[in-house]
């Protein structure tokens, strides 16, 4: 379903589209072109569109190069105490570890 590969059909492909449809109907899916003519599926009972997780080793964009600092600046300058407040404590109660910290004295 890449662009390249549409030599006849123009870019969407809709025949090569319908006969793709009727495989993953099956697995509860169905392909559709995006905005950008790729192909992308969706889930069709949630209509929710499943996207690929960050490459753990590609770089960083500026957003997270911004982040990383900012974090590196908070932990060189806070206090342990701080640390466990700010941070560790909200961070392990979403995690539902609350109850445990309570009986710990916390």
Not at 25 to 46: K, N, P, Q, S, Y
Not at 67 to 77: E, H, M, N, S
Request: aromatic share 6%; hydrophobic share 45%; glycine share 8%.
């Amino acid at each position: 379903m890449s662009p390249v590969d549409a030599l006849t059909m123009g870019p969407n492909r809709p025949t090569a589209l319908r006969r793709l449809n009727q495989a993953l109907i099956r697995e509860g899916f169905e392909a559709f072109c995006a905005a950008d003519g790729h192909c992308c599926l969706r889930h069709l009972v949630t209509k929710s569109v499943p996207a690929l997780a960050a490459h753990p080793h590609r770089p960083f964009t500026a957003a997270e190069v911004h982040r990383c600092a900012d974090l590196a600046a908070y932990l060189d300058g806070c206090s342990e105490d701080e640390l466990l407040e700010e941070a560790l404590l909200p961070l392990s109660a979403g995690l539902g570890f609350l109850g445990q910290l309570r009986t710990w004295g916390w």
